[in-house]
């Protein structure tokens, strides 16, 4: 049996389904990826796939250009002739599924890793676009044997569009987590606070660094670390907006690491401001793995993996000293915080680990 999976980023994705391609792989399946980046060929070889190059303009709104990814993605699938393609976030899943259509691909799956800023903004623009993404859902899912979402919102929301009927869709619990890598460790006695995400204003960067100029006017020696790359849209945080804060030492900005584990170790508590709509975030679930008190916002996706009291606190979005109570808060419980970790730890054996994940995945592809 041979598997085609179409991913938007080449680091992410090994990041992300490098355990589900091993586990497609002692399952008997001939592997293939097809990613925009080059010089990964040796990484890909390692988890057992072999990858094709395919040229994505991931922010791009040309219609040329998305006609031209669909079109070489017909050639790769007529090329190498899967029984499956497996494709995730919107251009690979809407232009995927029509090229697999195309190209006669016995069967079809997608996966929605949330719905992003297109549907946590409302302007003029982002609801054009949501009718154009809606058609091209509602066209490309016709054609799909099953759709995998990460929260029951999702479903909800997608159904009540009539993107797809609510047969088709199957549920799963985020990504998962590696925990053999995310392994647990016993919390660090400095407060120090971490928030991993890209650099999008609906992740709540902004309300994270002045929360952490809050706290260090009362707790000087509290410390805050950010890790994430600047996202070249829109909706991006400029980085003029934080250098302020950098320079006067109140955050350590790190743009980019391959060992994001190594980080969460070295931290207390784990941060997420989010009010961008997520499926489960990946950095929430590594942050329960290795027992880590969370705070974030009850909001579609972030709830899902923080129960408030038990293993984190909410936050209200948007809001900047309510995050800094929280955090000040955190800071004056250290043994509550303690039974947090533990609790997080539990619920990501229980529900998050990847080797679970993995299984329903494949059971709902039929591998």
Known sequence: MKVLMIAPKTSTFI?????????????????????????????????????????????SLSVFGSLSYMTNLKRIMKEERPDKVFSYTIKPVIFGSLAAKLAKVPEIYSMVTGL???????????????????????LAFHFNKR???QNKDD??????????????????????????????????EDNHFLMVSRVLKQKGVLEYFEAAKMVKEVEPKAKFTYIGAIDQTSYSVKMEQLVPYIEAGIVEYIPETNDVAKYQ???????????????????????????RPILTTDTV??????????NGLFVKPKDAKDLAEKMLWM??????????????????KRRFDVRIINREMLSFMEI
Do not use: W
């Open 15 to 59: 990041n992300f389904r490098g355990d589900l391609i091993r586990d497609m792989v002692k399952h008997g399946c001939e592997v293939v990826v097809a990613v925009p980046e080059s010089g990964y060929e040796t990484v890909f070889e390692k988890l057992g796939a072999k990858q094709r190059l395919i040229h994505l303009e991931k922010n």
């Open 116 to 138: 992003g800023y297109l549907y946590a903004v409302d302007s003029a623009k982002t609801k054009l676009l949501r009718a154009i993404c809606g058609m091209g859902y509602r």
């Open 301 to 310: 996706g972030c709830r899902e993996a923080v129960e408030d009291q038990v």
């Open 147 to 149: 759709v995998i979402f």
């Open 155 to 188: 479903i909800t929301d997608f159904v009540k569009r009539h993107y797809l009927k609510r047969e088709k869709c199957c549920l799963v619990d985020g990504s998962g987590v590696n925990l053999e890598i995310f392994k647990r460790n016993a919390l660090p």
């Open 265 to 291: 170790s070295q931290a207390r508590f784990f941060v997420l401001p989010s009010y961008y709509r997520e499926g489960i975030p990946r950095t929430l679930l590594e942050a329960l793995a290795m027992g």
């Open 331 to 348: 800071m004056r419980h250290p043994e509550d915080c303690i039974k947090m970790g533990e609790a997080g730890y539990e619920l990501c």
